[in-house]
């Protein structure tokens, strides 16, 4: 396999491996059925934030538009799961998720911002995965489909990254983000033995 083209993506540590595109590429099946998954755990984390702070109005109005278009994605990969014969059903998480929520403090305000950040970290590495989805997938159909939502994905780190702003010093957001890409880079040192759009 070629290596891959695309550079380091604004706020992550490091480039996703060829290993994951492989593994990627060669489970399609799997990688849609987690797709879908992650669109409606993405759409759930903007609305855990906007009923944790509903006073923080920013944060509702910027966040109540991503929740709406994560539903929109959410609804477009069942469709091409519809076109593949592939049947909603359950999944095992890979340990990513887990781990980055892992490192979210408990106390306010460091809790708004680490979870501001490991948003938009996620958001981020799900941009890079989608447009390396769209570069290399066999099927020119949903490589197109890919390649059509990283500007989404991109727009959403980037909301995510700006609320933390409208919040916090520029300096202790800086901080806190070295510390927390660091610790996302070292997660996916080790590819998870099964498909995952964060494995």
């Given at each position: 396999?070629e ?17 994951w ?9 799997i ?12 759409a759930g ?8 702070y ?10 109540t ?7 929109e994605h959410?609804?477009?990969v ?12 359950p ?11 892992a ?16 948003s938009a970290?996620?958001?981020a ?11 290399y ?7 197109k489909?890919y390649?059509g939502?990283?500007?989404s994905e ?16 520029r ?29």
């Open positions: 396999m290596s891959a083209t695309m550079g380091k993506i604004n706020l992550l540590v490091s480039a996703t491996s060829e290993d595109i492989e593994q990627a590429i060669n489970n399609l099946g990688i849609l059925l987690d797709h879908s998954h992650c669109e409606r755990k993405a984390v903007a609305l855990n934030l906007m009923f944790r509903p006073s923080y109005a920013s944060l509702v109005r910027k966040l538009a991503i929740a709406q278009e994560e539903l959410f609804e477009q069942n469709q091409w799961l519809d076109k593949w014969g592939i049947p909603l059903a999944l095992n998480s890979p340990p990513y998720g887990a781990k980055l929520k490192q979210i403090r408990h106390q306010e305000p460091d809790r708004l911002l680490d979870s501001l950040l490991i970290l996620i958001e590495r799900s941009h890079e995965r989608l447009g390396l989805l769209g570069e997938c066999p099927d020119p159909d949903l490589g489909f390649r939502l990283m500007a991109a727009r959403h780190y980037g909301i995510y990254w700006l609320l933390a702003a409208d919040y916090f010093e300096t202790v957001i800086e901080q806190r983000l070295e510390t927390l890409a660091a610790i996302e880079s070292e997660i996916l040192t080790t590819l998870h033995p099964e498909p995952r759009i964060h494995s």
